[in-house]
């Protein structure tokens, strides 16, 4: 037999194996999965998935299947959580009936971490408040750093710019302080490369490709292809990470941690008679990596989209008083208006994914994915869901107040870890700035799109530039 008949044959009786494993698998689990879209062999729900869109498809799917819903990637039947109360029950009322997950294009960094996550997050948490997360420590670390961003912003002499390094170099100065126990000059070249690798690899998570792949990756994950470059960019991050790592094993001070990294290796060498311990050197550099990452460019992307925002809405601009802000002063609740709202958008719209436990209503190991940008724009919750108003978040004296379906952050057991020090960020950058400057857009307000460049594991924003005007 020739080999293109060969070949034929080949892939022949494959796709009818995989077609009878897909129906047995079907058969074994439907019984006890919500509704949804019938999938076909091989490819489950692909006709339903738009290329590139799978967030927005996942919606109009709730439209007919309800809040909770079963959609096939492949042969993988994922449980789709929508809504507030859906979400709320699966994440806190219920979350210990499901475990930790991780979608396949980001869990190159947290594999090694899935089943360990707990300890993990206890001992960042731990070190993090230590080095002043929370405190006033944090706060004036914060103040002064928005000074250095005055004076980059000063530089531009109200030439159009593109904010978009401007704002990570600063915020990703807040969590060097922590995890590299110092900041970086704004014109050192390595830090400005480690910051483009990373705003890139925070758009590729989020590309057509890499939604392809989270749907497709037990077969994609075995063929080269655009879906790799995100691994290449992130394992460039770690070799950064592991050179820092290097430099503070050579000068370290057991009896005078530094930052971050000082901690974790201090507490190697206390286990390190341990052979299951987890503190190692491959999850220090991957827990780095995490912390850096988050800390960086989820604060920064939310930011520039508040920044867009107070340039399509400018009246929003001249809200509250003037005076400058702080975090331990209260002076959130007074200035309301300097907060970005739910107008980010949510910059992480699907949660991390869980996985169905033993005791769960679901099959063991069904992937959960928690919408959260549906929570965000729940109209249960929200006046106008798909309408920028702050008003969702002030009483009826304009002072700002809670609503439970804020929920950018995710909830439960799996809320960020660095939750409370971005929401100082945010609001100390944004009182710090407003307080100084006003942004002028180079088009006029209503001519402003707020349409994501890219939409996928994050909410990425468009491209665009501005002028900083002095008051």
């Known amino acids: 037999m020739e080999l293109s008949g060969t070949v034929t044959v080949f892939l022949a009786l494959y796709l009818t194996y995989l077609i009878v494993v ?68 699966a994440l806190i009322d219920k979350a210990e009936e499901f475990r930790y997950g991780e979608l396949p294009v980001s869990a190159w960094a947290g594999e090694h971490l899935r089943h360990r996550w707990k300890l993990l997050r206890r001992f960042s948490l731990t070190v993090l408040r230590n080095f002043g997360m929370g405190k006033k420590s944090i706060e004036e670390r914060i103040q002064e750093e928005a000074q250095f961003l005055l004076e980059e912003f000063q530089k531009t002499r109200q030439e159009p710019f593109d904010p978009t390094f401007f704002l990570s170099r600063a915020v990703s100065n807040i969590i060097c302080s922590i995890v590299f126990g110092d900041r970086f000059d704004y014109g050192d070249q390595e830090f400005q ?95 780095t990596l995490n912390l850096f990452f988050a800390g960086t460019e989820t604060v920064s992307s939310t930011l520039r989209y508040g920044f867009l925002l107070l340039m399509k809405y400018p009246e929003v601009q001249g809200g509250g008083p003037a005076s400058e802000g702080t975090w331990s002063g209260r002076g959130f609740s007074k200035r309301p208006f300097c907060w970005p709202w739910n107008g980010a958008e949510g910059q992480v719209p699907l949660g991390p994914p869980r996985s169905a436990e033993r005791h769960s209503p679901s099959p063991q190991g069904t992937e959960i994915y928690p919408m959260l940008t549906s929570v965000l724009h729940d109209p249960s919750m929200f006046k106008t869901p798909d309408t920028f108003n702050p008003g969702h978040f002030l009483d009826e004296s304009g002072c700002f107040r809670k609503t439970a379906a804020f929920v950018p952050f995710s909830s439960g057991k799996r809320l960020c870890l660095g939750e409370g020090l971005a929401r100082m960020e945010l609001f100390l950058f944004f009182t710090t700035i407003l307080q100084r400057f006003r942004l002028k857009p180079l088009l006029p307000p209503q001519d402003i799109s707020l349409a994501p460049r890219e939409k996928g594991f994050a909410t990425i924003p468009p491209f665009y530039k501005l002028c900083i005007v002095p008051r």
């Not at 879209?37 to 006709?47: D, E, K, R």
């Not at 967030?55 to 929508?82: D, Q």
């Not at 292809?225 to 950064?240: A, C, Q």
């Not at 009896?255 to 491959?282: H, T």
Request: glycine share 6%.
């Open 193 to 287: 490369a480690l910051l483009r690798m990373m705003n890139d690899s925070f758009r590729e998570m989020s590309t057509p490709w890499a939604q392809f792949y989270d749907m497709y990756a037990n077969i994609l994950k075995f063929f080269p292809g655009p879906h790799t470059k995100i691994y290449d960019l992130l394992e460039e991050m770690r070799l950064f990470i592991a050179r820092k790592v290097k430099r503070n094993q050579e000068t370290l001070d057991p009896n005078a941690p530094r930052d971050f990294i000082d901690c974790f290796l201090i507490q190697m060498d206390k286990e390190k008679g341990n052979p299951a311990s987890e503190f190692n050197l491959p999850n220090l550099e991957l827990t």
């Open 22 to 89: 897909s129906i047995k698998r079907g058969v074994s689990k439907k019984g006890n999965l919500p509704p949804g879209p019938t999938p076909l062999p091989v490819i489950g729900n692909f006709l339903q998935l738009k290329s590139g869109r799978t967030i927005e498809s996942l919606l109009k799917l709730r439209e007919k299947y309800g809040p909770v819903f079963t959609v096939y990637f492949g042969n993988r039947p994922v449980v789709v959580l929508c809504g507030h109360e859906a979400v709320k029950e």
